[in-house]
């Protein structure tokens, strides 16, 4: 059993940056991938971005890529996501979340995480 908390969300102004953290513990944290979501209201939840803890294979949405990155701390047992340049469509709550999949191309496929983080708001204002 794998737990997820993730922290850093906020209020930033449009062009502002803001970094988030997903505290993972439980199971065997490195044999995962973890995965970045967002769910704005009214929408879907969306693939943001996702790393793999044993390789750092890393896959990005295309409408974050330039502007996110995402990396891990081994020692912290932590994954963060440093969001730059951002607009109000993001303007989401984000969750991080833990899977197992071969392939990269299966990153973005929300149906394949097992487990999930409770979510931090994060707010763009223009």
């Known amino acids: 059993q794998v737990q997820l908390v993730e922290s850093g969300g906020g209020l930033v102004q449009v062009g502002g940056s803001l970094s988030l953290s997903c505290a993972a513990s439980?199971?065997?944290?490195?044999?995962?991938?973890i995965g970045w979501f967002r769910q704005a209201p009214g929408k879907a939840r969306e693939f943001v971005a996702a790393?793999?803890?044993?390789?750092?294979?890393?896959v990005y949405a295309d409408s974050v890529k330039g502007r996110f990155a995402t990396s891990r701390d081994n020692a912290k047992n932590t994954v963060n996501l440093q969001m730059n340049s951002l607009k109000p469509e993001d303007t989401a709550t984000y969750y991080c979340?833990?899977?197992?999949?071969?392939?990269?191309?299966?990153?973005?496929?929300?149906?394949?995480?097992?487990?999930w983080g409770q979510g931090t708001q994060v707010t763009v204002s223009s």
């Open positions: 790393i793999n803890w044993s390789d750092s294979r890393i």
């Open positions: 979340a833990a899977g197992r999949m071969f392939f990269a191309s299966d990153y973005w496929k929300r149906t394949l995480y097992d487990y």
């Open positions: 439980g199971g065997t944290v490195t044999s995962y991938i």
